[in-house]
């Protein structure tokens, strides 16, 4: 193949992009072109170039195989990172940019026109915001855990809160930003900084963060944490797909993401949108992962089995995979891509202790045409005093449970479906205890649910196996005699005691948040009032588990979820502000004119794929 390195393309402002370019060597052209765009360094291999034998493929090798079938190949550095000029602002300038640079890709003489694009993670921020803009050429893309519907919703804020992935990712990718690799006191500075300190001295404020060091790191990142409301901030190129699911290009999208990523209901969303708008068939895979983690099989201490990788299960590689994506898509001649669901249910295993310590919770890969799939029912269980979660509405005229919540001892995070928390906190499925090795935690290893701030509600030993897949909705009512508070909701499936688990054992499936200011709309704040019952609706990310006969199925109601999200200071300041904090009294209404529920999405029956 012919390679040009850093080819310099120019944006519309005059900043120019570095950009590798892959040309096949055999052939007359014009050929198709696959772009990648990252700001994790063009040069290096990607972390979703690890196949299940273990080769870490690099950018090199990943060219060499587009380019022997007929594609040009290239990759390139986001503005301001790495070999790119300007100044990295993070997810703004994507949409601008990727079409700056599919303009000027479709003029070259060894294009022939249609151009797909593929990436990981923000790599897939970069495709959707650049798609919103019908740039010249785009005709498939291969989005993988990532492309935001909605960054207020998924991604950058959730129900309200904060999620503090943004805060340990711009602390790690401010070492590698121009100014800390152009300066080695800056860079030496920031790794002098102890960040599971500073995460005990939130929220920060300017001058007051590891990120001080960076400002334009700082500014952005305190900029998306008190930007509370939905306003126009949030409507942006390359946060708000949702905005422009009607215009989007009727193209082929092929969607990656798993149940333990930080981006299943963007994934979801984005997925309905092309399939619903438009005419072309696109492609939903979702495993038991976490964030690009597609060959392993574990998540946090629970261990899904040797089926559950993609490699060799759903296709015999994810190169190859993307390889005849883009053969179907991109060439005239191919047969056209068909629409096709493939999604992980996790569950049914035999829950004893692996080799390795985990728990085994199995599953299982489904097929069908649609998601959510066939013959999907709601099922409504309500949470009845004391700690039940049944099929019965409650009866009494008048029953409540309270607690109280402070934000100065919040409910720790244990696994989730997160990422990028790194050195702080951690993504997965756990045994939802507080573990010493978990941040702010007591370490006293008890579970998590005995703590006063936590409520539990749970089933029965189920009588048979129930499958949950879909949506997830938990309604509220509550009162608080604070002006603000946030609500919390968890749900868990029980493992009964056993010889490797004594206590059981309680896997966290999925949970969710909802700041109560924002419980009627999210542009429109409104404080609570001392002792005005109000409904507060939380919902958490899809899911598809198998829930075992004799499991029980928990919800834990609480208050807060740190580090996960930022911690409510129950005083209704501005979001990011904590001048004021406040111990909450917070209740929860059980009765029968304010019966508290939780709703899930099953299926009776399922296709094996």
């Known amino acids: 193949m012919q390679t040009l390195l850093n080819q310099m393309i120019p944006m519309r402002d005059g900043i120019c992009l570095a950009t590798d370019i892959y040309l096949p060597a055999q052939g007359e052209g014009p050929f198709p072109v696959v772009i990648e765009r990252t700001p994790y360094d063009k040069s290096k291999p990607s972390r979703s170039e690890k196949q299940l034998d273990g080769q870490h493929i690099s950018r090199e090798q990943m060219a060499a195989r587009f380019t022997d079938q007929g594609f040009v190949a290239i990759f390139q550095d986001c503005r301001g ?8 602002t993070k997810y703004t300038a994507e949409g601008q940019d990727g079409f700056d640079s599919l303009a000027w890709i479709v003029r070259q003489p060894w294009c022939n026109g249609k151009l797909g694009s593929m990436g990981l993670s923000y790599a897939a921020h970069t495709q959707l915001a650049m798609a919103c803009l019908h740039p010249p050429g785009l005709s498939s893309m291969a989005l993988d855990s990532g492309g935001f519907a909605n960054a207020y919703q998924c991604g950058i804020r959730q129900g309200g809160a904060f999620e503090l992935k943004q805060a340990t990712w711009a602390f790690r990718q401010a070492k590698e930003s121009p100014t800390a690799l152009a300066d080695p006191q800056i860079r030496q500075a920031l790794e002098q900084e102890d960040i599971h300190q500073w995460f005990t001295r939130m929220p920060w404020q300017p001058g007051q963060s590891p990120l001080r060091h960076v400002p334009e790191y700082e500014t952005y990142l305190l900029d998306q944490w008190a930007q509370g409301s939905f306003s126009e901030y949030w409507r942006k190129n390359g946060l708000y797909a949702e905005g422009h699911y009607g215009r989007l290009p ?11 990523d930080a981006y299943v209901s963007s994934t979801l969303a984005n997925y309905r949108a092309f399939v619903q708008n438009g005419t072309a068939k696109s492609r939903l895979v979702m495993g038991p992962w976490l964030h690009g983690d597609r060959n392993i099989s574990h998540s946090g201490d629970v261990e899904f089995g040797p089926t559950a990788v993609f490699d060799g299960q759903v296709e015999q590689d994810w190169l190859s995979c993307r390889l005849a994506w883009f053969e179907q898509t991109l060439n005239a001649s191919a047969q056209a891509a068909q629409t096709r669901v493939q999604v992980f249910l996790m569950g049914g295993g035999s829950g004893h202790r692996d080799r390795n310590g985990r728990l085994e919770h199995g599953g299982r890969w489904l097929q069908s045409t649609q998601w959510p799939l066939p013959d999907s029912q709601v099922l409504t269980l309500y949470l009845n005093a004391p700690g039940q979660l049944s099929h019965t509405a409650p009866e009494a005229d ?8 402070d934000p100065a001892h919040p409910v720790p995070t244990i696994g989730g479906a997160l990422t990028s928390g790194a050195p702080v906190f951690v993504g997965g499925a756990f045994d939802q205890r507080e573990r010493a090795d978990f941040f702010g935690t007591c370490g006293n290893d008890r579970p998590l649910n005995e703590r006063d701030d936590v409520l539990s509600f749970q089933t029965e030993p189920l009588e048979e196996d129930l499958i949950v897949a879909g949506d997830v909705q938990i309604e509220l009512w509550i009162d608080s005699d604070a002006p603000d508070t946030d609500f919390t909701a968890k749900l868990i499936d029980v493992y009964p005691p056993s010889a490797d688990y004594p206590e059981g054992f309680a896997m966290n499936i999925t949970d969710g948040i909802r700041r109560c200011r924002y419980r ?7 404080p609570l009032t001392a002792g005005e019952r109000v409904k507060v609706l ?8 198998l829930f075992k ?17 930022d911690v409510n200071p129950n005083s209704g300041e501005p979001c990011g502000q904590a001048n004021h904090p406040r111990v909450a009294r ?4 059980l009765s029968r004119d304010a019966a508290s529920c939780l709703r899930l999405t099953i299926v009776s029956t399922v296709t094996t794929a």
């Not at 939380?538 to 588990?545: L, S, V």
Request: net charge positive; hydrophobic share 40%.
């Open 520 to 526: 009627d709309s999210w542009t429109q704040p409104k």
């Open 549 to 565: 006969r004799g499991h029980r199925l928990r919800l834990d109601i609480a208050s807060s979820n740190f580090p996960r999200f």
């Open 81 to 88: 990172r790495y070999a790119s000029q300007g100044v990295f």
């Open 250 to 260: 009727d193209i082929p999208v092929l969607f990656m993401s798993s149940w333990y």
């Open 586 to 589: 917070n209740t929860l209404h």
């Open 398 to 405: 008048s029953a409540s449970l309270s607690y109280l919540a």
């Open 538 to 545: 939380i919902e958490p990310f899809a899911i598809c588990n």
